[in-house]
């Protein structure tokens, strides 16, 4: 019932700065957790961010913290991930992501209910 869109990837300079944003219809949106996955060539789907129903609770992964922010407009019924100081290895298909919060587990995509197609960041030196 939680259809999702992810905008915004493209090419960028590492050290530069990309907005992505996931807008989702159908129902219920603010009764999930929202998050962004991201999956390189060759690896596993692997967590960046969550953010919790009201927007008042966010988790990252190690690997962004600091550098990503993860936001979310109920209202518009979309979630953004800024990032920041972009780094090569930051290169991956970045995917929304939609949860309900008691169940999923941070960083296992299978406990996630719905997902976007997914859009390409690539970050060159």
């Known amino acids: 019932q939680v259809q999702l869109v992810e905008s915004g990837g493209g090419w960028v300079q590492a050290g530069g700065s990309l907005r992505l944003s996931c807008a989702a219809s159908?129902?219920?949106?603010?009764?999930?957790?929202m998050g962004w996955f991201r999956q390189a060539p060759g690896k596993e789907r692997e967590f960046v961010a969550l953010?919790?129903?009201?927007?008042?609770?966010?988790n990252y992964a190690d690997s962004v913290k600091g550098r990503f922010t993860i936001s979310r407009d109920n209202a518009k019924n979309t979630v953004y991930l800024q990032m920041n100081s972009l780094k090569p290895e930051d290169t991956a298909v970045y995917y929304c992501t939609a949860g309900r919060w008691g169940l999923v587990v941070l960083t296992r995509p299978s406990t996630y209910d719905y997902w976007g197609q997914g859009t390409q960041v690539t970050v060159s030196s």
């Open positions: 953010i919790n129903r009201n927007g008042a609770i966010t």
């Open positions: 159908g129902r219920t949106f603010s009764n999930y957790a």
